[in-house]
Nanobody
Framework: VQLQACGGGLVQAGGSLRLSCAAF????????MGWIRQAPGKEREFVGG????????RYVDSVKGRFTISRDNAKNTVDLQMNSLKPEDTAVYYC????????????????????WGQGTLVTVSS
């Protein structure tokens, strides 16, 4: 499956942005999906993930209560709603897919994902 993230842009601190990840060449319905970000000069950070059922999600502490992952299997998309954005959220955001057999605990780790998409840049100004 091929993945493409979009929706990035420039936003002021405190604002909101919604990213979307579209899948091509396959259906996401049998994949766990995740969002990962990488800021300039920093290691990548696993922002959050959602299991293939859509029931369970996990988030890194720094975005809990501000970011929400949702999925629409009928549209073959996964979204990341980002609210109360901070300058430290500035990064390239990537979406990724992992086989459904992977457990909830893997949603915030590299081992949870088998396919990675192109990223979209989010810049939060102070």
């Amino acid at each position: 499956v091929q993945l493409q993230a979009c929706g990035g842009g420039l936003v002021q601190a405190g604002g909101s942005l919604r990213l979307s990840c579209a899948a091509f060449g396959g259906t996401i319905s049998t994949y766990n999906m995740g969002w990962i970000r990488q800021a300039p000069g920093k290691e990548r950070e696993f922002v959050g993930g959602i299991r293939w059922t859509g029931v369970n999600t996990r988030y890194v502490d720094s975005v809990k209560g501000r970011f929400t992952i949702s999925r629409d299997n009928a549209k073959n998309t996964v979204d990341l709603q980002m609210n109360s954005l901070k300058p430290e959220d500035t990064a390239v955001y990537y979406c990724a897919a992992g086989t459904k057999s992977k457990t909830l605990s893997t949603l915030l780790s590299p081992g949870g994902y088998d396919y990675w998409g192109q990223g979209t840049l989010v810049t939060v100004s102070s």
